[in-house]
């Protein structure tokens, strides 16, 4: 057996157990709205909230267990979250009542 089929051998579990990379998921809030309305992520996943509207957003999510408060966005700006946990919770806008986007985390 060669040196080079020795290599690919002891490489192969290696990669086999490498994680996959982090999803980086866009939700705009304009018209109302979040967009899109559902998100299916896992953890580790980042989701950026960008206000594409003329009118301040927030992000909140009342969600027990995974309760937050980003704050305001003005329009134009952008608000982070990286999913720390499994679970599925609600994201609310508290200026909007009625915006909503359901987040499931697996």
């Avoid at 040196?3 to 290696?14: K, T, W």
């Avoid at 509207?53 to 408060?69: E, K």
Wanted: aromatic share 6%.
């Amino acid at each position: 057996m060669s040196f080079d089929r020795i290599a690919i051998i002891v490489c192969l579990p290696l990669l086999a157990s490498t994680p996959a990379s982090a999803a980086d998921i866009t939700v705009t809030m304009a018209g109302g709205a979040y967009q899109p309305a559902k998100i299916s992520a896992a953890v580790g996943d980042t989701i950026r909230f960008r206000n594409d509207d003329d009118a301040d957003h927030n992000v909140f999510v009342p969600t027990v267990g995974h309760a937050l408060d980003l704050g305001k966005q003005e329009p134009g700006q952008e608000a982070v979250l990286t999913l720390g946990k499994s679970g599925t919770f609600d994201v609310e806008c508290v200026f909007h009542p009625g915006m909503l986007t359901i987040v499931e985390v697996k």
